[in-house]
C-alpha cells in the first residue's frame, strides 16, 4: 500500500457537520500463485478491509487485477500469438463480461479509466492488425485505460468495481485465470450471438473447461449479478 495524497473533507456524522482527515491510497497485494496464493489474499483482504480501516471508494475508482502465465511472458512469436488469442476471447465476449460488473463501470465517469476494447478496436480484424502497435508503449494512457491492458509479462484487467467485497474479488480471480488457459487452449467461436444470455451460456458451456466444478461454481456465481 502507498498513499498518494492527503486532506481534508466535509461529512455527516451522527447529525454533525465535521471535518475528517483522509488519506487517498492504493493497496497493492504480493504476487501470489494460483491457487495456493487466493488463501492468503483472503487473510491480506480481511486484515486490511475489515479491521483496520474505514474507507471511501469513489465512482472512478476501480479494482486491477493482475494475471500472467508463462505463456505470455516473453517476445517470441509465440508469445505474441497467445497474448492475441487472449486479447481475441476478450474482444468477443466483452460485452458479457462487462455484464458482471457493476453498472457503475460503463458510465461516463469512469468508463474512461477503462475503456472497452471494442471501442478501441471495432472489429476483430482491426484488434489482430493493430493491437500490437497500439500496446506496444506501456506509458500510451489510451493502452493504460483500456479494459484489458497489456503490460510487459502480464495483463492488467481493470472493469472490477472499486466497491466489490472478497467474494467478488476472489470469483472474479478465479474465472479470470480459467478464461486466460482456456483463450489458449480453445477456439473461440466465429459467430456473433445477438442475446447476451446465449452469449453468457456460450462462454460457461462451450469455452471454459468443460466437467470441471469450479466452472459450475463460477456459473451458479455469476448467474444471479448478470445484467439483462
Request: aromatic share 16%; net charge positive; charged share 20%.
Amino acid at each position: 500500500m502507498y498513499y498518494t495524497s492527503k486532506g481534508t473533507k466535509t461529512a455527516k456524522r451522527n447529525n454533525s457537520i465535521v471535518q475528517e482527515l483522509f488519506y487517498s491510497a492504493e493497496f497493492i497485494s504480493p504476487v501470489y500463485s494460483f491457487p495456493q496464493g487466493l488463501t492468503e489474499l483472503e487473510l491480506v483482504y480481511d486484515k486490511c478491509f475489515n479491521t483496520n480501516f474505514i474507507f471511501e471508494v469513489n465512482k472512478s475508482q476501480g479494482l486491477h487485477i493482475n494475471i500472467s502465465n508463462p505463456v505470455f511472458n516473453g517476445l517470441s512469436l509465440l508469445h505474441k500469438i497467445n497474448t492475441l488469442k487472449f486479447l481475441e476471447a476478450w474482444w468477443i465476449f466483452e460485452p458479457i463480461l462487462f455484464k458482471l460488473v457493476d453498472i457503475s463501470r460503463s458510465t461516463s465517469t469512469s468508463i474512461e479509466y477503462c475503456v472497452p476494447l471494442r471501442t478501441r478496436f471495432k472489429t476483430l480484424d482491426d484488434l489482430r492488425k493493430n493491437w500490437a502497435n497500439f500496446y506496444s508503449i506501456l506509458t500510451n494512457k489510451k493502452s493504460k485505460y483500456t479494459a484489458v491492458s497489456v503490460k510487459e509479462n502480464r495483463f492488467e484487467i481493470r472493469i472490477i468495481q472499486g466497491s466489490a467485497d472478497k467474494e467478488f474479488l476472489i470469483n472474479w480471480i478465479v474465472f479470470l485465470n480459467y478464461f486466460m488457459t482456456s483463450s489458449i487452449i480453445n477456439a473461440i467461436p466465429n459467430t456473433e450471438y445477438k442475446d447476451p444470455r446465449a452469449g453468457f451460456v456460450l462462454m460457461f458451456n462451450h469455452f471454459l473447461p468443460k466437467g470441471d466444478k469450479n466452472i459450475d461454481k463460477l456459473f451458479n456465481y455469476f448467474k444471479p449479478l448478470f445484467r439483462i
